[in-house]
């Protein structure tokens, strides 16, 4: 008589745990054993203690009364320093836009069949995202001096690598048809890329860009803390001279100017899109 496959009723109603699954549960517990571990390691590393957590909080609160009630004196100082770090934003996602358009299209398989010109636009997108905008800040401000064009440089060339790489995914994964189409009529390959790519990636352009005008906006609040210009340079002027009072009108002014560059980015993303 044949042997038969093992029922549920046989093992108790219970039926057995697929290998794959079992597998999966290894591997988790491998994967949460190592972040556990690297965890604890650099915390070793570092002189990471909880308590000490908790003890900066408990000081924190004492430290945060010191802030109130907020000092209008010199707010019509912060005001227009507000202004500008919205004008660096503002200009810093500008001026990328013409950097990270041509790398876009340079660095997208689809467009360019020279590998060499594919590689360099790669490169150069990479190694623009490979600096932090406030690094670029410090290397303009000890070229060009203080005030808002190092802010400005800096964000320009940070935001032109980060853009040009979003947008030269969103061109590799651009339906064919209709450029073949375009190509087929033996359209200039700058007419390719109007007509064929563009009308299909114009919206994720223009998403990124304002999304990255939003971020442009907090990363200048952060390039004034190192001389570039606007709100930054003021929050740190006040804490260095011990100012809280007015240093808290210039958190809040931080904080007003982000809700309202989201609310206006937020408002022309439904109008464009």
Do not use: C
């Not at 203080?146 to 030269?168: C, D, E, F, R, Y």
Request: glycine share 10%.
């Amino acid at each position: 008589m044949p042997l038969s496959a093992p029922s549920a009723s046989s093992n108790g109603g219970v039926p057995p745990v697929p290998q794959e699954l079992l597998a999966q549960r290894r591997r988790n517990r491998l994967l949460y054993g190592g972040v556990f571990l690297a965890l604890l390691v650099s915390a070793l590393g570092v002189g990471f203690n909880p308590l000490q957590v908790l003890s900066a909080l408990l000081k924190g609160g004492d430290f945060a009364l010191r802030f109130w009630p907020p000092s209008l004196t010199h707010f019509p100082q912060f005001f227009r320093a507000l202004l500008e770090t919205f004008a660096m934003a503002l200009w810093g996602s500008f001026l990328a836009t013409f950097l990270a358009v041509p790398l876009a299209f340079l660095g997208a398989r689809n467009v360019v069949s020279n590998r060499a010109v594919y590689l360099g636009a790669r490169a150069v997108m990479d190694f623009l995202r490979g600096f932090p905008e406030i690094v670029l800040a410090l290397i303009f401000v000890a070229a060009v001096g203080l005030g808002p064009l190092p802010g400005i440089l800096a964000l320009t060339l940070h935001t032109a690598g980060v853009v040009g790489k979003l947008l030269s995914e969103s061109v590799e994964t651009v339906d064919p048809r209709p450029v073949e189409a375009v190509r087929a009529t033996g359209a200039h390959p700058l007419l390719v890329i109007a007509y064929g790519f563009w009308p299909m990636i114009s919206p994720a352009f223009t998403s990124i860009t304002l999304y990255h005008f939003e971020v442009n906006f907090r990363s200048a609040t952060v390039l004034g803390l190192v001389g570039a210009g606007g709100i930054g340079f003021e929050l740190m002027q006040t804490v260095r001279a011990f100012r809280f009072q007015d240093a808290a009108t210039v958190i809040l002014l931080i904080l007003v100017g982000v809700f309202l560059v989201d609310k206006l980015s937020a408002w022309l993303r439904r109008i464009l899109l």
